[in-house]
């Protein structure tokens, strides 16, 4: 049973590009969950959604940051027009519908803006 | 709104000694869920221990125990017989009761913890 992957792993852009990060969750979760992390801060969630369904977007910026999670396929974080402020580790995680509460993480991508 | 805070930025203990981690929040939930993850260098966010707030029971995890003050908001990480493995950034994290699944974690900034000879 593979864990929650997120790919790419690393990912380079350059200011005014567009970044898409994506997120497969655990075989049976429905339930994503995207978090930000800076140099030497904690997590700051970002965005929850359930397929097709987004149910909590409080800690996405208002502009250039958008997040889905379609029928088939991974969840996408997409960044438009990035800046080098958006440079960071970018967590995906997931749980399941009636699961014990506890949300599984993948590895993170580590977006750097040049 | 939920914060959590933990005021020590890092911390380095000796192979096989005990050390603890401080972690406090502000909630005004009555039902919620508390945990400490480990961020190792890899970045893999790993679940320590997890503490549900109606449970007056301090959690254990092997080597990993928690002390729970929930008047006081106060959720303290014990890592006794610490071990070369140990040393990474701790995380404490706050989660509000969700009927029927997980809901979003709130972060503290980390601990470093660092793990000596």
């Known amino acids: 049973n593979a864990g929650v992957m997120q790919n790419p792993r690393h990912l380079v852009r350059r200011r005014g590009q567009e970044a898409r990060l994506r997120c497969s969750p655990m075989?049976?979760?429905?339930?994503v969950y995207w978090y930000r992390q800076l140099p030497e801060e904690g997590l700051k969630f970002m965005v929850y959604?359930?397929?097709?369904?987004?149910?909590?977007e409080s800690g996405m910026p208002k502009e250039r940051f958008s997040a889905e999670f379609p029928k088939e396929g991974p969840s996408i974080l997409r960044i438009q027009q990035v800046v080098r402020g958006d440079s960071a580790a970018y967590f995906c995680?997931?749980?399941?519908?009636?699961?014990?509460?506890?949300?599984?993480f993948g590895q993170g991508t580590r977006l750097t803006v040049v | 709104a939920q914060t959590v805070t933990q005021s020590q930025p890092e911390m380095s203990v000796q192979e096989a000694e005990t050390v603890t981690l401080s972690c406090t929040y502000d909630t005004s939930e009555n039902n919620y869920y508390l945990f400490w993850y480990k961020q190792p260098p890899s970045r893999q966010m790993i679940l320590v221990i997890r503490?549900?707030?109606?449970?007056?029971q301090n959690a254990t995890e092997n080597r990993f125990s928690v002390n729970f003050q929930k008047a006081a908001k106060s959720f303290s990480l014990k890592i006794s017989d610490s071990q070369l493995g140990d040393t990474a950034m701790y995380f404490c994290a706050f989660m509000k009761h969700s009927a029927g699944t997980a809901s979003k974690l709130t972060f503290g900034t980390g601990t470093r913890l660092q793990v000596t000879l």
């Open positions: 503490q549900e707030a109606y449970k007056q």
């Open positions: 075989k049976g979760h429905s339930h």
């Open positions: 995680a997931s749980s399941q519908t009636g699961g014990n509460t506890e949300a599984f």
């Open positions: 959604l359930q397929k097709e369904n987004i149910i909590d």
